[in-house]
């Protein structure tokens, strides 16, 4: 499994971003993708993830619910994650992920910066 992401930038306090990773490769089986980010000098942690199948089902950090949206995308190897009312604590490096066959898949950072 390949992912690529995209849609990083600058971006000034309580703007909106869209970030988007496309799967490919050994795409079947993915059960499922999200976003990790690391801001310099911290740990990698979750931002959300969705899970594949009929339920769908979401989850995300504490401190990005209700600003953050994941989703899956027009195509079926895509994940979008949609973020609203950002922060300068947004600021990291996001990475995309996938699971499959219980083995974890990493795509390149994309550096988002909240900053006025």
């Known amino acids: 499994v390949q992912l690529q992401a995209s849609g990083g930038g600058l971006v000034q306090p309580g703007g909106s971003l869209r970030l988007s990773c496309v799967a490919s490769g050994s795409i079947v089986g993915i059960k499922t993708m999200g976003w990790y980010r690391q801001a310099p000098g911290k740990q990698r942690d979750l931002v959300a993830l969705?899970?594949?199948?009929?339920?769908?089902?979401?989850t995300y950090a504490d401190s990005v619910k209700g600003r953050f949206t994941i989703s899956r995308g027009n195509a079926e190897n895509t994940v979008d994650l949609q973020m609203s009312s950002l922060k300068p604590e947004d600021t990291a490096v996001y990475y995309c992920f996938a699971v499959r066959s219980n083995r974890e898949y990493w795509g390149q950072g994309t550096q988002v910066t909240v900053s006025s």
């Open positions: 969705i899970t594949f199948g009929t339920s769908g089902s979401t």
